[in-house]
């Protein structure tokens, strides 16, 4: 990891939703100055993609967190993974759509000057850290902006940001996003 000169390194956080997010944020704030970066064209439908980032919003106003959107690229992201269309879930497919959110979120914090990037997806049992955390430390090597590593699932931290979103009335969806995923 690179050195900063910040006294809380400045790191910017893919989030997916409002339910992942959660976690994640709460156990980095005190040693970081956390950002929220919502780049998600994988989700679908449009209303689906809506309703999370609003409650990404609602999270961010709520503590004063910074919150980025990228736009909403529904159709690079199909015409990126139409071949895959049959994967199963957690296989090629997804690692294709970890790389394509996770390159926007580097993409986006070297352009932004942040220290490091991050994502919440590691807080899901569905997401393979390992492939989430070489995708990152890859990006991280081609964009001159370090990765966070994570592993948001131990220690119990699928279940408290689950705890967290039904304290908070959040929406919790029952797929991943994407229209694949929908089966």
């Not at 850290?129 to 370090?146: F, K, P, Q, R, T």
């Amino acid at each position: 990891m690179r050195k900063h000169s910040n006294p809380k390194p400045r790191v910017l956080l893919h989030v997916c939703c409002g339910t992942c997010a959660l976690y994640p944020y709460f156990r980095l704030k005190e040693d970081f100055d956390i950002t929220f970066f919502y780049y998600n064209p994988n989700i679908y439908p449009k209303k689906e993609y809506t309703r999370r980032l609003d409650d990404v919003k609602m999270i961010s106003k709520k503590n004063s967190i910074p919150l980025s959107a990228g736009k909403y690229e529904q159709k690079k992201w199909l015409r990126s993974t139409e071949d895959l269309k049959d994967e199963p879930e957690g296989g090629r497919r997804c690692s294709l759509c970890f790389r394509l959110r996770l390159n926007k979120t580097a993409e986006t914090a070297k352009k932004m000057g942040f220290d490091i990037f991050g994502t919440s997806l590691t807080v899901s049992p569905h997401k393979n850290h390992n492939i989430i955390n070489s995708i990152g430390s890859e990006l991280a090597d081609s964009w001159g902006v370090d990765f966070y590593q994570s592993d948001f699932k131990k220690k119990d931290g699928f279940k408290k940001t689950m705890e967290l979103s039904k304290k908070m009335k959040l929406h919790r969806q029952d797929y991943c996003g994407c229209i694949y995923s929908m089966k």
